[in-house]
């Protein structure tokens, strides 16, 4: 049984409805992190399970038990923030142990738990130092620290590293995944970056528009998205659409084109999707597993790779190559569609 369930959640402000008959699910031990744009839900569905507020209809169950009305202060939930929410006036010794004087833990126990974490997190040494005396980082592991140190039944992490810097936060994620990882606590983290939501969960939940489009592994989700919202979100911009022949696994594009698959899929009307470095451009003439001709209309020079927007006569593609073959615009081209890395929808 999962530790923790959403059944059939409707949720909002006032008359606007945000989560509509959302189910969710998290077992014991996992980091989950909920995925999407500004907007879609993620971070109503955190607030309600920590308690900050109620549904409109739907059940939340936490370890067997109904927590739809328990009070937030009766949730033994550990929260971290965006902004850190660290007591400005209290050294960081003081921020840490507060979650342990509030549950009326020993004065000795507090300082032997205090201490044990801070050395967990590398924060040793920085007992009687306050917040503004250190730097994002710093005060972001304070900040983990303090919700770990109660021991949590459950993690919440809203959006904890978009103040840091790009170098930072790849740190910090690495060092939430190794803290996770170390006392196998149960976790649920929003974000709205892919790089980093991947990098660190069990699971993700893309959501859009108040449901889940999908839930699964960050490799599930990444090689195998399930509907075109999912797609797109995860890199694939090149799309078109198929009909089915007589032959297995061999479709026909719009143009009359046969695109052959490595794996087919039930469906007259299919959509089909491939990354842009799934693709390899060869010049016109050449011969090519899935040939579309087409022609440069753009050539943006990224680095490392070439970046080529070629029309076809099923649509515009996206393809990204290395340096060794270089194109101009108006350049005619055949595309190559890699079989295996076409996707279907």
Same mark, same amino acid.
């Given at each position: ?120 997190? $590398? #924060? +040793?040494?920085? !007992? ?8 994002? &980082?710093? @005060?972001?592991? =304070? ?97 078109? $659409? #198929? +009909?089915?022949? !007589? ?8 143009? &009359?084109? @046969?695109?052959? =698959? ?84």
């Amino acid at each position: 049984m999962a530790l923790l369930e959403l059944q059939n959640i409707t949720a909002g402000y006032d008359n606007n409805v945000i989560l509509k008959d959302l189910n969710f699910q998290v077992e014991k031990g996992e980091l989950v992190s909920l995925l999407g744009s500004s907007g879609c839900g993620k971070t109503t569905t955190l607030r309600l399970i920590a308690g900050f507020s109620n549904p409109m209809d739907g059940t939340f169950i936490f370890d067997g038990k109904d927590y739809t009305q328990v009070p937030l202060n009766k949730r033994n939930f550990g929260f971290v923030f965006q902004s850190y929410a660290l007591f400005p006036h209290m050294t960081v010794f003081d921020n840490v142990a507060f979650g342990l004087k509030m549950r009326k833990v020993s004065p000795e126990q507090i300082q032997k738990e205090v201490a044990d974490m801070l050395e967990t997190v $590398d #924060l +040793k040494g920085f !007992e009687n130092r306050f917040p503004k005396e250190m730097s994002g &980082g710093q @005060r972001q592991r =304070v900040a983990l620290a303090r919700a770990l140190v109660i021991k949590p039944d459950l993690l919440l992490l809203d959006e904890p590293l978009s103040n840091l810097d790009a170098k930072l936060r790849v740190k910090m994620r690495v060092e939430i995944r190794r803290l996770q990882q170390k006392f196998g606590f149960t976790a649920i983290y929003v974000t709205h970056d892919q790089e980093e939501c991947f990098a660190i969960s069990d699971k993700v939940a893309i959501m859009n528009h108040g449901v889940i489009e999908q839930m699964d592994s960050p490799s599930a989700i990444y090689n195998h998205p399930k509907t075109e919202f999912i797609a797109h979100f995860v890199g694939f911009e090149n799309f078109l $659409d #198929l +009909k089915r022949t !007589e032959e297995a696994n061999v479709y026909l594009a719009a143009d &009359g084109s @046969r695109v052959t =698959v490595t794996e087919g899929k039930e469906g007259d009307a299919l959509k089909a999707c491939i990354r842009p470095e799934d693709i390899q451009i060869v010049p016109a003439g050449t011969d090519a597993v899935n040939p579309l001709a087409g022609e440069v209309m753009v050539s943006t020079f990224l680095g490392k790779r070439n970046q080529y927007n070629v029309r076809t006569a099923v649509g515009e593609f996206e393809v990204s190559t290395d340096q060794e073959s270089v194109y101009k615009i108006g350049d005619q081209v055949v595309l190559s569609l890699t079989p295996n890395k076409i996707i279907l929808l």
